[in-house]
């Protein structure tokens, strides 16, 4: 029998302007669940905008975002209460402060310090190698490892989901099938929903259950399921989207 699923996050119809650019075009695309879900599309397609008015970064002229089926007016602050995490573009990690420092600053919602303790043991247990670095400063690690630290830092607040924008920019090939790893890791460990951007098609398909197609703000392609349609992502593969 198939269960009918909630909704758990989910933007519709969303308009965001910056100035003369239109960076989405009502664009309406959800998360289930448990799911990984990959946004794909040309340069400028609107794929971080997308991330951005999830989280409440971006500014949403119309059309709505949804938390459990209910509108919400997205602000970082409240979508973070709300279990959401989102990691920018370009490893943002603070690069003066240790690993540990790093990941400690990703528990603004915990008080124990006890509590704290474990979940920076969890986060190396997904990335050893940060325990080993647990005391050098960020700027001493390499790109793979600061992309590591950033991710580390929102699996710190226990997130029901996971925004993740380009996790694999930058990495060798080696680093980003890793890093592909790691991600089936997190959603597979606390059925953690992840919503990734992402321009490596081929080894992203292998962990995604569903695809969005971006292109000039709007989604033009949205998979049933895992049933891809190999010609529509091999032309945003060979970058052919009109
Ligand atoms: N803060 C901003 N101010 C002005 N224009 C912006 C801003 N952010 C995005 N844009 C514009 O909105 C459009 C969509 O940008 P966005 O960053 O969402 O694209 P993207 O799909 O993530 O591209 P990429 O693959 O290059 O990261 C682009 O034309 C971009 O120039
Ligand atoms: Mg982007």
């Known amino acids: 029998m198939n269960k009918v699923k ?10 965001v302007r910056y100035g003369g650019i239109t960076a989405n075009d009502r664009a309406s695309l959800y998360l289930d669940e448990g799911e990984i879900v990959v946004l794909m599309g040309p ?20 059309g709505e975002v949804r938390w459990h089926e209910k509108t919400v007016r997205p602000n970082p602050l409240t979508m973070t209460k709300m279990g959401i995490a989102f990691v920018s573009q370009g490893r943002r990690v603070f690069t003066s402060l240790t690993v ?4 400690e600053m990703g528990a603004i919602n915990l008080n124990d310090k006890q509590e704290i303790a474990v979940k920076i043991e969890e986060v190396y247990k997904i ?4 325990k080993t670095k647990a005391k050098q400063n960020a ?3 390499s790109g793979g490892q600061q992309q590591m630290v950033a991710i580390g830092r929102a699996l710190m607040s226990d997130p029901k989901v996971l925004l ?3 996790p694999s920019l930058g990495l060798s090939p080696k680093m980003v099938k890793e890093m592909f790893e790691k991600i089936k890791e997190i959603n597979a ?18 962990i995604a259950h569903r ?8 989604v033009v392609y949205a998979s049933h399921g895992h049933n891809f349609n190999e010609q529509i992502l091999e032309k945003v593969f060979l970058g052919e989207m009109e």
């Open 6 to 15: 909630e909704k758990l996050l989910e933007m519709k119809g969303v308009v």
């Open 211 to 218: 695809v969005y197609v971006l292109d000039k703000g709007a």
């Open 127 to 130: 990335f050893p190698i940060l």
């Open 100 to 103: 540990k420092e790093n990941l």
């Open 43 to 62: 340069n400028g397609a609107g794929k971080s905008t997308a991330l951005k008015a999830l989280f409440g970064l971006a500014p949403i002229e119309s």
């Open 139 to 141: 700027w001493q690690l």
């Open 164 to 166: 993740l924008d380009e």
């Open 189 to 206: 460990r606390h059925q953690t929903a992840i919503m990734v951007v992402e321009h490596n098609i081929k080894s992203v398909l292998k």
